[in-house]
């Protein structure tokens, strides 16, 4: 009855270890400047180095972002990040906290930061003091294969281990 059930756990960690994994980009940002802000966003992949925001959560000056805004602001972001080169484009990444919404873009070498109320009556931008995007890291399929392998041969080893002492015991 043990060796079947150790059977099916070895049979589960091989097609675990040897299963694609999938899974959205997370990139971590922060930015100085009128206003303080870091947290995390998540993003799916585009193609080259660019990414379309999906998801963003984090704080403004100690408010909690609620929610990413595409297509929103006077500059009509299309919620793009790019992993070289400016981290967004000039169209920018929207998202809001509380009643504002706020809009990160790159213009002239410069990356600014505009506020508006309730998405429509808009301050004018600021230019930040720094703005970094940098990509998490997560472990790569071929690193959880061989851990899954490695288990495996561990549990195979720890199998014979046991068959070869019962046999040497009853003889």
Known sequence: MKASRIGILCGALILLGFAQVSHADTFDFSFTGPENGSGTLTATYDGGDQYTVTGLSG???SVPIFYIAPET???GNDN???RSGPA???DGL???ALIFGEDIYYS???YYLESCLFGVICGDP???SSFTLTQATAPEPSMLSLLGIGFVSLMGLYVVRRRFSGALNAA
């Open 94 to 96: 929207g998202f809001g």
């Open 108 to 110: 002239s070498g410069t």
């Open 59 to 61: 704080n403004i000056d």
């Open 73 to 75: 602001f006077n500059v």
């Open 88 to 90: 967004v484009d000039g």
């Open 80 to 82: 793009n990040v790019f």
């Open 126 to 128: 600021e230019a930040l």
